[in-house]
């Protein structure tokens, strides 16, 4: 296949990730005979520094114009860097949210993997986690609470507040129907998590997500009430695996489910629109702390690259091999800084990479 990448490498320890990723995709595109080609964009600070502005016109065209888009991080620290001078809507992050909405990015999934050869940084007891875990986090991203109709009022001298939270059945039917197809890639079973029994927008999403359910009959379909959900995240990660929910529900669960994985490094994430297009990134950030010192961990990026590779270009087994070379490098005891435990052999970002794309089979 020949495919087009837009790259948007950003700020801090983006550039160093990022390489590293390209460097396991292209000795995909080596072993497996496809052909990447790169559009390099500017985003955040780095396009502050060329463009005045953290994302421009032409850069939304040469997105839309690519089959994916593989990014690194964006922003620096608010405290030093002079980009947190200019007004909210110049800073790197307003690049970042109008993106993802000229993308039309309404599905974003963040998974959560435990690696047993990680399961030293998971803060749950041993025997919950033991043989590791592995979820989907499907969450909506453009509709919802946050999305909704506010206002702060006066009403007979009190303040008062007000959040709408609204879907429509076509914006629950597109985010179930990802959710429905990603299971079917996996162990093919969703996990529809809501609040049926207090708020109509739940009883809406989850009549829609059985009409859905439907048309994939070898997909298991379960609802839980999203409080049970948290809870049982702790209790027993190991029965979850694509687990589909509105924006609030998903921003909270995503960042719960990811906190017991352990290290940040670790984390890749998808946001996906319509067709097959998506960007794909790590759920941290530019850690301006470490960057430019070789230190990073790549993986993220890496596994962010693989969920590209399955996700918008279909490569099913590439995927699987950029996967299987990432748990043998951590099999062999191969640490960055971030997960590095005793008695393992720390590397640096681009040793990492180098490993990594050594063991693409
Ligand atoms: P952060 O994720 O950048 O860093 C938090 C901690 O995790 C730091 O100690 C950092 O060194 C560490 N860390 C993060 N990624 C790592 C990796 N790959 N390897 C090793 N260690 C890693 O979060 P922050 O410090 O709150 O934010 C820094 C900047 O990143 C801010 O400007 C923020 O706005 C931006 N940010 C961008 C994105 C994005 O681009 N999507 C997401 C979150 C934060």
């Given at each position: 296949?020949?495919?087009?990448?837009?790259?948007?490498?950003?700020?801090?320890?983006?550039?160093?990730?990022?390489?590293?990723?390209?460097?396991?995709?292209?000795?995909?595109?080596?072993?497996?005979?496809?052909?990447?080609?790169?559009?390099?964009?500017?985003?955040?600070?780095?396009?502050?520094?060329?463009?005045?502005?953290?994302?421009?016109?032409?850069?939304?065209?040469?997105?839309?114009?690519?089959?994916?888009?593989?990014?690194?991080?964006?922003?620096?620290?608010?405290?030093?860097?002079?980009?947190?001078?200019?007004?909210?809507?110049?800073?790197?992050?307003?690049?970042?949210?109008?993106?993802?909405k000229?993308?039309?990015?309404?599905?974003?999934?963040?998974?959560?993997?435990?690696?047993?050869?990680?399961?030293?940084?998971?803060?749950?007891?041993?025997?919950?986690?033991?043989?590791?875990?592995?979820?989907?986090?499907?969450?909506e991203l453009t509709g919802g609470l946050y999305f909704g109709e506010r206002k702060t009022v006066e009403e007979?001298?009190?303040m008062t507040a007000y959040d709408s939270l609204t879907y429509n059945?076509k914006e629950i039917?597109?985010?179930?129907?990802?959710?429905?197809?990603?299971?079917?890639?996996?162990?093919?079973?969703?996990?529809?998590?809501?609040?049926?029994?207090?708020l109509d927008s739940s009883?809406l999403?989850?009549?829609?997500?059985?009409?859905?359910?439907?048309?994939?009959?070898?997909?298991?379909?379960?609802?839980?009430?999203?409080?049970?959900?948290?809870?049982?995240?702790?209790?027993?990660?190991?029965?979850?695996?694509?687990?589909?929910?509105e924006n609030m529900?998903?921003?909270?669960?995503?960042?719960?489910?990811?906190?017991?994985?352990?290290?940040?490094?670790?984390?890749?994430?998808?946001?996906?629109?319509?067709?097959?297009?998506?960007?794909?990134?790590?759920?941290?950030?530019?850690?301006?702390?470490?960057?430019?010192?070789?230190?990073?961990?790549?993986?993220?990026?890496?596994?962010?690259?693989?969920?590209?590779?399955?996700?918008?270009?279909?490569?099913?087994?590439?995927?699987?091999?950029?996967?299987?070379?990432?748990?043998?490098?951590?099999?062999?005891?191969?640490?960055?800084?971030?997960?590095?435990?005793?008695?393992?052999?720390?590397?640096?970002?681009?040793?990492?990479?180098?490993?990594?794309?050594?063991?693409?089979?």
């Open positions: 296949m020949n495919l087009k990448i837009g790259v948007i490498k950003g700020d801090g320890i983006g550039p160093e990730i990022v390489t590293e990723a390209m460097k396991v995709l292209n000795q995909v595109g080596e072993t497996y005979g496809h052909s990447f080609d790169y559009t390099q964009l500017l985003m955040g600070g780095a396009s502050i520094d060329v463009h005045g502005v953290p994302l421009t016109d032409e850069t939304v065209a040469a997105a839309k114009s690519c089959d994916a888009v593989l990014m690194g991080s964006i922003g620096g620290d608010a405290k030093t860097s002079p980009w947190y001078r200019l007004e909210p809507s110049k800073r790197p992050e307003a690049g970042l949210l109008r993106i993802r000229e993308l039309n990015l309404f599905a974003n999934l963040r998974p959560a993997v435990l690696y047993d050869e990680l399961k030293g940084a998971c803060p749950l007891k041993e025997e919950i986690t033991e043989g590791g875990f592995d979820m989907m986090i499907m969450r007979d001298g009190v059945e039917r597109r985010i179930a129907k990802r959710g429905f197809d990603i299971a079917m890639k996996r162990r093919k079973k969703v996990t529809s998590v809501d609040k049926a029994n207090v009883r999403w989850r009549k829609v997500v059985e009409e859905v359910a439907s048309e994939y009959p070898e997909v298991a379909l379960e609802h839980m009430l999203v409080d049970n959900c948290a809870m049982q995240l702790v209790k027993d990660p190991k029965q979850f695996d694509v687990i589909l929910t529900f998903g921003d909270i669960l995503s960042d719960e489910a990811s906190m017991v994985t352990g290290s940040i490094g670790m984390l890749a994430s998808a946001s996906l629109n319509e067709t097959k297009f998506g960007l794909y990134e790590p759920s941290g950030g530019s850690a301006p702390d470490i960057a430019g010192r070789g230190i990073a961990n790549p993986i993220a990026t890496i596994l962010s690259a693989a969920m590209m590779l399955r996700y918008s270009f279909d490569l099913d087994k590439e995927a699987d091999a950029v996967e299987q070379a990432v748990l043998r490098v951590l099999s062999e005891g191969y640490r960055t800084i971030d997960i590095m435990s005793e008695g393992k052999q720390q590397i640096g970002t681009e040793k990492m990479g180098d490993l990594i794309a050594g063991y693409i089979e």
